[in-house]
T-cell receptor, first 116, second 111 residues
Framework: DAGVTQSPTHLIKTRGQQVTLRCSPKSGHDTVSWYQQALGQGPQFIFQYYEEEERQRGNFPDRFSGHQFPNYSSELNVNALLLGDSALYLC???????????????FGQGTRLTVV | RKEVEQDPGPFNVPEGATVAFNCTYSNSASQSFFWYRQDCRKEPKLLMSVYSSGNEDGRFTAQLNRASQYISLLIRDSKLSDSATYLCVVKLNTGFQKLVFGTGTRLLVSP
């Protein structure tokens, strides 16, 4: 079991550019959540995808968008990059079908995005 | 006010010491509670879930006080390998797995 995998691991982009980050969930998981972790801060919830739809969103602008594919993998897209978007972007997968309130969320190793 | 508040530290302790971290949360609808560990430049990993009855896993003990909206983590006999950031995490009662993280408390264990 490969666990949660994210790509790329590191990325450098220029202000105004667009970026796409990818996540493959742990085998058997059907839900993917994305988090942004700025330096010295805890991860902040961006949004969650389940059954190929966004079903929850945190306080992030519309520049942040995503997608989930039929195989449960997911992409995070950020448009018009700002310097403040520099952060570690974490993907977490879990199994959410049915009422499983205490299932563990597994995190990928993250993508470190630097905007210059 | 942040939804989950922690002292950022760092806590500098010698090997063998006992150290305690505290965390408060503001949303009374919080359903589940966790401590995650995050090593430098790595992803968070679940350390333990936290229950009202308290729970222990080896040298680690977690406690939850729902009335005070307070969570604690106690580490006994600290090891060098315990050096990390400890994240207090709550899951809101939305039916979905939305985790709300504190800023983390950094622990440095020295020889």
């Amino acid at each position: 079991d490969a666990g949660v995998t994210q790509s790329p691991t590191h990325l450098i982009k220029t202000r105004g550019q667009q970026v796409t980050l990818r996540c493959s969930p742990k085998s058997g998981h059907d839900t993917v959540s994305w988090y942004q972790q700025a330096l010295g801060q805890g991860p902040q919830f961006i949004f969650q995808y389940y059954e190929e739809e966004e079903r929850q969103r945190g306080n992030f602008p519309d520049r942040f968008s995503g997608h989930q594919f039929p195989n449960y993998s997911s992409e995070l897209n950020v448009n018009a990059l700002l310097l403040g978007d520099s952060a570690l972007y974490l993907c977490a997968s879990s199994f959410e079908t049915g009422l499983k309130m205490n299932t563990e969320a597994f995190f990928g190793q993250g993508t470190r995005l630097t905007v210059v | 006010r942040k939804e989950v508040e922690q002292d950022p530290g760092p806590f500098n302790v010698p090997e063998g010491a006992t150290v305690a971290f505290n965390c408060t949360y503001s949303n009374s609808a919080s359903q589940s509670f966790f401590w995650y560990r995050q090593d430098c430049r790595k992803e968070p990993k679940l350390l333990m879930s936290v229950y009202s009855s308290g729970n222990e896993d080896g040298r680690f003990t977690a406690q939850l006080n729902r009335a005070s909206q307070y969570i604690s983590l106690l580490i006994r006999d600290s090891k060098l390998s315990d050096s990390a950031t400890y994240l207090c995490v709550v899951k809101l009662n939305t039916g979905f797995q939305k985790l709300v993280f504190g800023t983390g408390t950094r622990l440095l264990v020295s020889p």
